[in-house]
């Protein structure tokens, strides 16, 4: 596939990546248009709660880091936090001690108890440029690492040296299969490789956003920028992989959880009444079952993960429960992101970052049955999931721009 490897640090990373691009724009298309649905735009989430950590002071004064709320009359009344009778809470005293928080054992993050917290719409405020950054951002991200990642010095993050890149795979299920199967040398077990991977994934991700739309001080317009995503992801190959990594780590949850979304309700009301103003056509909720639908024939082809790989051996349910521990810490880290619009999207791509972690390594078939089982995920862990998958595979996207923006240049050089 890789004809030529000298053409700079995009080319030498992607050429192997032809056939995950191949699926992507479908992948794309279809999930553009499910995320501006009203079931999956609109999203419930606490963004005020104190940094357990820290004191967190560094809040971001830029005009982009602000996002604007949804008054909840807005919101399709079956769809509010008052009406949502699959949210489960565990007894008092098995709640963790954490204001306005809980979880339930199998979750891999704090999920908002939606008591509190206000409604989005995800569409209006995009994932981009910010300003957000210095010694509040590189906290927080240090202590993503460091905390919750087995340590800086153990893997190499900050000091230059990364950890070393796996063989170049051709197709979407080689890039699992030769993530899993990765040489281990190093000492680490594969569950934390898998867990670095993640993360470092995840922040690839939210970089190549950055980049996308970032700002140019000359004219004050948003627009891509080559240099921010060489410099930020590029030249660090394993980052570009592990962007693919949780493209298909998403794909394969939303397989297996494909028969339990097809059954899921996408209905704005129990009985549809078209003069009600918050009634949500029946045309969109036509929309989001064909995309849906879409998106899950994608899912089911490309979406190959032998998530049985991990957990597996003597210590299994001890690293099952550490690597559970690490990722719910990363979702109580979010509350100390000091700007707003960055806080809301950490917390959604955690949410289905863990979401489809549970799916992949706490529910067995049963439990995925729709009709044994119709409470089995809450409304914000399905919206998270399927956005979560959309933020990945335009991070995919935007690498063929980025790829041509650089073939440009070289032509010019
Ligand atoms: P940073 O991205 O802050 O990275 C710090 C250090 O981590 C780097 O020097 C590098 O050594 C290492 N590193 C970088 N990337 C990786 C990787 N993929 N894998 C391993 N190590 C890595 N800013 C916005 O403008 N818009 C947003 O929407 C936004 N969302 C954010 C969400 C969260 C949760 C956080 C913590 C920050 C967010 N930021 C956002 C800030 C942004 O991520 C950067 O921190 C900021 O742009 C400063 O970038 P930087 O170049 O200093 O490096």
Same mark, same amino acid.
């Given at each position: 596939?890789?004809?030529?490897?000298?053409?700079?640090?995009?080319?030498?990373?992607?050429?192997?990546?032809?056939?995950?691009?191949?699926?992507?724009?479908?992948?794309?298309?279809?999930?553009?248009?499910?995320?501006?649905?009203?079931?999956?735009?609109?999203?419930?989430?606490?963004?005020?709660?104190?940094?357990?950590?820290?004191?967190?002071?560094?809040?971001?004064?830029?005009?982009?880091?602000?996002?604007?709320?949804?008054?909840?009359?807005?919101?399709?009344?079956?769809?509010?936090? /008052?009406?949502?009778?699959? =949210?489960?809470?565990?007894?008092?005293?098995?709640?963790? @001690? %954490?204001?306005?928080?809980?979880?339930?054992?199998?979750?891999?993050?704090?999920?908002?108890?939606?008591?509190?917290?206000?409604?989005?719409? %995800?569409?209006?405020?995009?994932?981009?440029?910010?300003?957000? /950054? *210095?010694?509040?951002?590189?906290?927080?991200?240090?202590?993503?690492?460091?905390?919750?990642?087995?340590?800086?010095?153990?893997?190499?993050?900050?000091?230059?040296?990364?950890?070393?890149?796996?063989?170049?795979? &051709?197709?979407?299920?080689?890039?699992?299969?030769?993530?899993?199967?990765?040489?281990?040398?190093?000492?680490?077990?594969?569950?934390?490789?898998?867990?670095?991977?993640?993360?470092?994934?995840?922040? /690839?991700?939210?970089?190549?956003?950055?980049?996308?739309?970032?700002?140019?001080?000359?004219?004050?317009? #948003?627009?891509?920028?080559?240099?921010?995503?060489?410099?930020?992801?590029?030249?660090?190959?394993?980052?570009?992989?592990?962007?693919?990594?949780?493209?298909?780590? $998403?794909?394969?949850?939303?397989?297996? =959880?494909?028969?339990?979304?097809?059954?899921?309700?996408?209905?704005?009301? &129990?009985?549809?009444?078209? %003069?009600?103003?918050?009634?949500?056509?029946?045309? &969109?909720?036509?929309?989001?079952?064909? !995309? $849906?639908?879409?998106? #899950?024939?994608? /899912?089911?082809?490309?979406? !190959?993960?032998?998530? !049985?790989?991990?957990?597996?051996?003597?210590?299994?349910?001890?690293?099952?429960?550490?690597?559970?521990?690490?990722?719910?810490?990363?979702?109580?880290?979010?509350?100390?992101? *000091?700007?707003?619009?960055?806080?809301?999207?950490?917390?959604? @791509?955690?949410?289905?970052?863990?979401?489809?972690? !549970?799916?992949?390594?706490? %529910?067995?078939?049963?439990?995925?049955?729709?009709?044994?089982?119709?409470?089995?995920?809450?409304?914000?862990?399905?919206?998270?999931?399927?956005?979560?998958?959309?933020?990945?595979?335009?991070?995919?996207?935007?690498?063929?721009?980025?790829?041509?923006?650089?073939? @440009?240049? &070289?032509?010019?050089?």
């Amino acid at each position: 596939l890789c004809r030529d490897t000298t053409t700079g640090p995009i080319e030498t990373t992607m050429c192997h990546y032809e056939t995950i691009e191949s699926v992507n724009d479908e992948l794309y298309n279809n999930l553009q248009e499910l995320v501006r649905t009203p079931f999956f735009k609109f999203f419930q989430v606490d963004l005020y709660r104190e940094c357990p950590f820290w004191q967190e002071n560094g809040f971001c004064m830029n005009r982009e880091c602000g996002i604007t709320t949804v008054d909840e009359s807005e919101i399709p009344e079956k769809w509010r936090a /008052a009406s949502l009778s699959a =949210i489960e809470l565990p007894p008092m005293d098995e709640r963790i @001690q %954490l204001p306005g928080c809980y979880y339930r054992d199998s979750d891999y993050c704090f999920l908002d108890d939606m008591t509190e917290g206000e409604y989005v719409d %995800l569409t209006q405020v995009p994932e981009r440029y910010t300003g957000y /950054a *210095g010694p509040s951002a590189h906290r927080v991200w240090k202590s993503i690492y460091e905390e919750n990642c087995f340590g800086l010095s153990e893997l190499g993050l900050m000091t230059g040296h990364s950890p070393a890149p796996v063989s170049l795979p &051709d197709t979407l299920t080689d890039v699992l299969r030769s993530e899993l199967n990765a040489d281990t040398g190093s000492g680490e077990c594969l569950e934390k490789r898998v867990y670095y991977k993640i993360i470092s994934g995840m922040h /690839a991700s939210i970089s190549t956003h950055i980049c996308l739309e970032y700002l140019n001080q000359t004219t004050g317009e #948003l627009g891509p920028n080559l240099q921010c995503f060489v410099t930020r992801v590029a030249s660090h190959p394993e980052r570009l992989q592990y962007i693919y990594f949780n493209t298909v780590l $998403l794909l394969r949850a939303v397989a297996r =959880i494909g028969p339990y979304l097809s059954a899921y309700d996408y209905c704005s009301t &129990d009985s549809p009444n078209p %003069l009600d103003p918050k009634h949500v056509s029946s045309s &969109d909720e036509m929309i989001t079952l064909n !995309k $849906l639908s879409d998106v #899950l024939a994608i /899912a089911e082809h490309v979406g !190959k993960f032998d998530e !049985k790989v991990l957990f597996r051996g003597e210590n299994a349910n001890v690293l099952k429960q550490e690597f559970k521990e690490h990722f719910r810490n990363v979702s109580r880290i979010m509350d100390c992101v *000091g700007c707003d619009k960055c806080r809301l999207w950490g917390k959604v @791509q955690t949410t289905g970052l863990a979401t489809a972690l !549970k799916i992949l390594f706490e %529910l067995d078939e049963t439990a995925l049955d729709p009709r044994k089982n119709t409470k089995l995920l809450q409304r914000s862990e399905v919206v998270a999931l399927i956005n979560t998958l959309h933020r990945f595979s335009e991070s995919i996207h935007a690498v063929e721009r980025f790829r041509e923006m650089w073939r @440009q240049t &070289d032509d010019q050089d």
